[in-house]
């Protein structure tokens, strides 16, 4: 059954560690992105892991061969299950990252921003986009090329690159919404279960979290849900 990770976007360390305390052992993963970890550095890492919470650190690093590989070895000691660099960084950039992970983090490669459509990406690659799931198919290949252990995706492209990539190979959904819930600045979304429908091991959730009355009868929801996805594949 896939995994839901909870996305920490929250103001400060204190705030994030209250939603931890109040979800309880009903979330084992968390999400620390760029503004919390701006925030707070890696003490909210280190906090998190001294709760036994497991913990995806998503700075989507973007820079040369070296310096990234630098981050990737100072991400070793805080104890990350996951971490994130982009694919549009370039194979050398992945492979140096690669190369000083041995029993560390696993890392993943963020192929296109889920704020993304077709008009967004063209203007970025200043090229004309057919197929965002082909392009996304492209990037994973990349990815999978240079030593990377899977991809960040949009739920749309999950079921062709888990076909494509095979059961092994790591996929991570942000974009996840509830059957009623706004996308927001999100256009490639889905439902948790369609995302685990689709083949996704990793549904990154926030709002539909964050900011709901009853946080975890959220997750509770969002757990029954998955679970039924479950019981109903083949």
């Not at 690669?98 to 993304?116: D, Y």
Request: hydrophobic content about 45%; charged content about 20%; some cysteine.
């Amino acid at each position: 059954m896939a995994e839901i990770i909870v996305a920490l976007d929250l103001p400060s360390h204190t705030t994030a560690l209250g939603l931890v305390d109040e979800l309880g052992p009903a979330v084992s993963w968390y999400k620390v992105g760029s503004p919390l970890y701006t925030r707070s550095g890696p003490v909210i890492v280190r906090l998190l892991r001294d709760r036994g919470k497991k913990v995806f650190l998503d700075l989507k690093l973007h820079d040369i061969p070296s310096t990234a590989a630098n981050a990737v070895e100072s991400a070793l000691a805080l104890d990350v299950q996951l971490m994130t660099l982009h694919v549009s960084g370039g194979s050398a950039m992945m492979r140096a990252a690669c190369e000083v992970v041995r029993e560390g983090p696993r890392l993943l490669g963020v192929t296109l921003l889920t704020s993304f459509g077709p008009t967004e990406i063209g203007q970025v690659w200043d090229r004309e986009i057919d197929s965002v799931q082909d392009e996304v198919l492209r990037l994973a290949e990349l990815a999978r090329a240079a030593g990377m252990h899977g991809v960040v995706a949009s739920p749309l492209e999950t079921e062709a690159l888990r076909t494509r990539m095979g059961p092994d190979f790591i996929i991570v959904n942000p974009g996840i919404r509830p059957a009623r819930g706004l996308r927001e600045d999100q256009v490639r979304t889905s439902t948790p279960a369609g995302a685990a429908r689709a083949g996704a091991d990793y549904l990154v959730i926030g709002r539909p979290i964050l900011e709901a009355n009853d946080r975890p009868g959220a997750v509770g929801r969002i757990l029954s849900e998955l679970s039924h996805a479950a019981s109903l594949a083949p």
